[in-house]
């Protein structure tokens, strides 16, 4: 998929950084609702020509997965790794001139492993080829 179409799909619902997390569904295109922390501002997007397997996921640090897109190719793929109906990780990779990619962990159990070294609530492994 186009970087640009995601990056517009996500600054329909972040709103100049007012709203941080939000559940990502897949099921015949990609949408999302959404509120502010005051509950002033409400409101659902959707993305009708994504294609992909039917998934749910939170993001709950949006600013995060939008500086680390901003790395990637003007092209992303995405992979979603969980068993049954249960997604535990997103992998989203980018052809690039250094074929960097990016694995972000979704799962409480395995953020709550990584908390004693972090205070984030994603845990993400970066690695790239040159």
Do not use: P
Not at 14 to 21: A, E, F, P, R, Y
Not at 29 to 37: A, H, K, P, V
Not at 70 to 93: E, R, Y
């Amino acid at each position: 998929m186009e970087k640009s179409k995601l990056l517009n799909f996500i600054s329909k619902y972040h709103l100049g950084k007012l709203i941080q997390s939000v559940a990502w569904n897949v099921n015949g295109g990609l949408s999302t609702r959404f509120i502010s922390d005051d509950k002033c501002v409400v409101g659902e997007v959707k993305l009708k020509s994504f294609q992909g397997d039917d998934w749910k996921f939170g993001v709950y640090n949006t600013d995060l997965l939008v500086s680390l897109l901003g790395v990637l190719g003007n092209t992303v793929n995405f992979q979603v790794n969980g068993a049954g109906d249960k997604a535990f990780s997103l992998t989203i990779d980018g052809i690039s001139q250094r074929q960097l990619f990016f694995n972000i962990i979704i799962n409480n159990t395995h953020t709550q492993r990584f908390s004693q070294y972090t205070n984030l609530a994603t845990y993400i492994t970066i690695s790239y080829n040159t």
